[in-house]
T-cell receptor
Framework: SAVISQKPSRDICQRGTSLTIQCQVD?????MFWYRQQPGQSLTLIAT?????????ESGFVIDKFPISRPNLTFSTLTVSNMSPEDSSIYLC?????????????FGQGTRLTVV | LAKTTQPISMDSYEGQEVNITCSHN???????ITWYQQFPSQGPRFIIQ???TKVTNEVASLFIPADRKSSTLSLPRVSLSDTAVYYC???????????FGTGTRLQVFP
């Protein structure tokens, strides 16, 4: 299993500013994933973060808007840059753990971002 | 990654068995089928995973027909606390990323 600590849990930010979200895992993992979930919607993958290399972004997401750091195998940050109200959402980090019978994803509690 | 299709919502009553079916017509040979549960203000939580036939654990069963183009999550005797969104995902074992579909919003009534 994996325990993920994500912070902040919520924030209210002014448009045009940036927010950095931190994700700490209690074990070493190769890949960490960042998702966005808008109210009442499903999760959308933003990017995959590998330690020691640049993150891989999904269609519609770019590094200038969502820079990601992955300094070691237990930690990652996602920055939401130059925020607008459209960035108001829940952001979640995730890791996958391969067990004996299953590959299981674990998620942080999420960061609820409101941009005003 | 194979796309999945599931009902947007379902209603049930406490004590009933709930079956949620997911279609994944383009599932690949090495893809597994995994179901997650999400409560409001929480991240998704793993429920069950399977490759073929039937898998059962302490909370659910997963039925997968021989052609693997669909799967059914079965929740026995649901309670109010089972009210949540249920996501069906397909991907390779130790896949590099999870792509979530729309999910099924299950509402359990007393």
């Amino acid at each position: 299993s994996a325990v993920i600590s994500q912070k902040p849990s919520r924030d209210i930010c002014q448009r045009g500013t940036s927010l950095t979200i931190q994700c700490q895992v209690d074990s070493q993992v190769t890949m960490m994933f960042w998702y966005r979930q808008q109210p009442g919607q499903s999760l959308t993958l933003i990017a995959t973060a590998n330690q020691g290399s640049e993150a891989t972004y999904e269609s519609g997401f770019v590094i200038d808007k969502f820079p990601i750091s992955r300094p070691n195998l237990t930690f990652s940050t996602l920055t939401v840059s130059n925020m607008s109200p459209e960035d108001s959402s829940i952001y979640l980090c995730s890791v996958e753990v391969v067990g004996g019978m299953n590959t299981e994803a674990f998620f942080g509690q999420g960061t609820r971002l409101t941009v005003v | 990654l194979a796309k999945t299709t599931q009902p947007i919502s379902m209603d049930s009553y406490e004590g009933q068995e709930v079956n949620i079916t997911c279609s994944h017509n383009n599932i690949a040979t090495n893809d597994y089928i995994t179901w997650y549960q999400q409560f409001p203000s929480q991240g998704p939580r793993f429920i069950i995973q399977g490759y073929k036939t039937k898998v059962t654990n302490e909370v659910a069963s997963l039925f997968i027909p021989a052609d693997r183009k669909s799967s059914t999550l079965s929740l026995p005797r649901v309670s109010l606390s089972d009210t949540a969104v249920y996501y069906c995902l397909v991907g390779g074992y130790n896949t590099d990323k999870l792509i979530f579909g729309t999910g099924t919003r299950l509402q359990v009534f007393p």
